[in-house]
Every structure is written in structure tokens, then in C-alpha cells.
């Protein structure tokens, strides 16, 4: 209704200037209890809401960095991991080399210990069939001369009296 006077007043040339400072001073005072009642409480809530974005941003970012911390502290512990496993196989593969080998020294030292022994003892069993033999042939000589000193031979005799003492020691075998 003021601006119909207004618009009025001006068409018709006139100004009403009492209507025009009224409303600016109105308008004046609508500005300021705006800004005392709606426009400090909003602009606080805005600010408010600015600074809990800002803190989730911030808390974000952190939040983000410490994963991306401990993903690369994983990383790092993973790869630690793989080392010390490699590790562990390689001193394990080297453990068994060093093993296989003194089980193929002691095994190679036992066979020429008991071939060793082999053959000390061949050369005993031999050495003492000899003196067997000897002894044999020593008492069977020993024999044959008293059975020739007893009775004097031919030829026959001598030779029947011969393969009788090799059959008799035969037997006594």
C-alpha cells in the first residue's frame, strides 16, 4: 500500500517524501534486527558448520595418513617376512648340504674301516689255513717217513700207501 502511494505520487509528480523516509527507516531497522536476531545466529550456525566440516576434513586426512602408515608399516613388515623366510630356506638348504655331505664322509670312512677289516681278517683266515696246511702236510710227512721206515716199499705199496694217507687226511678234515 506504501509503494501504491508511492508509485502514485510519483506518476502524479509528486513526491511524498515523508512516506519515503518512513519506509527507509523501517527498512533500516528491518536490516538491523535481522542482523541482531536471524542474521548473527545464522551466520554462527554457518561458521559452526564450517568449522565441523573442516574438523572432518582434518580428521579424514588424518584417519587416511595413518592407513596409508600402516598399509606401508605392513608393506614393510611383509617384506621383512619374505627376507627372513628366504633366509631361513637358504640357511636350511645349506644346513642339509653340510649334512648330506658329512653323512656321505662318515659312510665312506665306515666302508674302507670295514673293508679294512676285510682284508686284515682274509689275511688272517689265509695265514692261518697256511699254517694248517703246514702242519698237515708237516705230520703227514712225519707219518709217511715212519710208515717208510717201518716197512721197506715197492712202487705199488709206496703209491697205495700215499693215497691212503691223502684219503685218511681227507677225512680227518
Known amino acids: 500500500m506504501l509503494t501504491?502511494?508511492?508509485?502514485?505520487?510519483?506518476v502524479s509528480g509528486k513526491l511524498n517524501t515523508g512516506?519515503?523516509?518512513?519506509?527507509?527507516?523501517?527498512?533500516i531497522i528491518l536490516l538491523?534486527?535481522?542482523?541482531?536476531?536471524?542474521?548473527?545466529?545464522?551466520m554462527g550456525i554457518m561458521k559452526q558448520r564450517e568449522e565441523h566440516i573442516a574438523n572432518e576434513i582434518l580428521a579424514a586426512e588424518?584417519?587416511?595418513?595413518?592407513?596409508n602408515r600402516a598399509l606401508e608399516e605392513q608393506r614393510s613388515l611383509l617384506k621383512e617376512s619374505r627376507i627372513e623366510a628366504q633366509?631361513?630356506?637358504?640357511?636350511?638348504?645349506?644346513?642339509?648340504d653340510i649334512q648330506r655331505e658329512e653323512i656321505i664322509k662318515t659312510a665312506?670312512?665306515?666302508?674302507?674301516?670295514?673293508?679294512?677289516?676285510?682284508?686284515?681278517?682274509?689275511?688272517?683266515?689265509?695265514?692261518?689255513?697256511v699254517t694248517a696246511l703246514r702242519e698237515q702236510v708237516a705230520s703227514l710227512s712225519v707219518l709217511i717217513a715212519s710208515k717208510v721206515i717201518e716197512k721197506e716199499l715197492n712202487a705199488d705199496d709206496q703209491e697205495k700207501l700215499i693215497n691212503d694217507y691223502i684219503q685218511e687226511a681227507g677225512e680227518k678234515r
Open 108 to 129: 665312506r670312512l665306515e666302508a674302507e674301516r670295514l673293508k679294512s677289516a676285510a682284508k686284515v681278517e682274509i689275511e688272517t683266515q689265509k695265514e692261518k689255513a
Open 32 to 42: 538491523l534486527l535481522l542482523r541482531k536476531f536471524a542474521w548473527g545466529p545464522l
Open 62 to 67: 588424518k584417519s587416511r595418513e595413518e592407513a
Open 4 to 10: 501504491d502511494g508511492f508509485v502514485l505520487g510519483f
Open 87 to 96: 633366509t631361513l630356506i637358504e640357511n636350511a638348504r645349506k644346513q642339509g
Open 19 to 27: 512516506d519515503i523516509v518512513f519506509q527507509l527507516i523501517m527498512f
